[in-house]
């Protein structure tokens, strides 16, 4: 009976110490490796300012008149 909870408790770690990796990797990438990015992340706290540029307008197409 020993064994079968030894197994059990061991996987519960495994998976608790495999999700917590996997969130700090997430983590320190998002905040060490993305520095050189345009929308790098901070906890600075400061409100930050992002500018949109305006969308160009479609170019126009001239449709070849019929009989030309």
Do not use: C, N, Y
């Not at 990797?25 to 300012?49: C, E």
Request: proline letters at 10%; zero cysteines; a positive charge.
């Amino acid at each position: 009976m020993r064994g079968r909870l030894a197994r059990v408790s061991d996987r519960t770690i495994g998976i608790f110490l495999g999700i917590l990796l996997g969130v700090a990797v997430i983590l320190a990438f998002l905040f060490l490796g993305s520095r050189s990015t345009i929308d790098a992340p901070s906890l600075s706290g400061g409100p930050t300012q992002t500018q949109t540029q305006p969308a160009a307008p479609p170019a126009k197409v001239s449709k070849p008149k019929p009989g030309q």
